[in-house]
């Protein structure tokens, strides 16, 4: 797993307000990324009962219960790596701020294609320890 605690974020004016209910494949994941994510993550299994989609951007930020953190800080609850059919590389991380569920981060790792669909369970591996190829 991934040890990238507190990373600073600011929230990006480019964030889309986009109010609605996690799709089922949304909370699928991010419950597994949990169940599978650093030692504190399954903590936060009980916010993703309450999380909905509040915006997105590269990230589909959460609210919990209504509620966003304010802190800009993020927390790394989750970190995973995944591939296309072509080799692409892609990155997956859940991630908190301020002791709140905050968010699904997607991400190329190559910058060679964005990843516009979510990956199953079954294609995430964990992020290679620093040294090692992805």
């Known amino acids: 797993m991934g040890s990238l605690d507190l990373m600073a974020r600011e929230?990006?004016?480019g964030d889309i307000p986009d109010h609605r209910a996690l799709s089922d494949d949304e909370?699928?994941?991010v419950g597994w990324m949990l169940e599978h994510g650093e030692s504190n993550a399954t903590s936060f299994l009980p916010q993703l009962e309450q999380a909905s989609v509040s915006s997105r951007c590269a990230s589909v930020n959460f609210s919990v219960g209504g509620k966003e953190s304010s802190v800009t800080g993020m927390d790394i609850l989750s970190d995973y790596v995944w591939e296309d059919a072509e080799g692409h590389k892609f990155g997956a991380f859940v991630?908190?701020?301020g002791g709140l569920l905050a968010g699904l981060d997607l991400?190329?790792?190559?910058?060679?294609v964005t990843p516009t669909w979510l990956p199953k369970p079954e294609q995430l591996h964990p992020l290679p320890v620093a040294g090692r190829e992805v």
């Open 95 to 97: 991630f908190a701020r």
């Open 27 to 29: 909370r699928a994941l």
């Open 11 to 13: 929230h990006s004016t």
């Open 107 to 112: 991400y190329s790792v190559e910058g060679a």
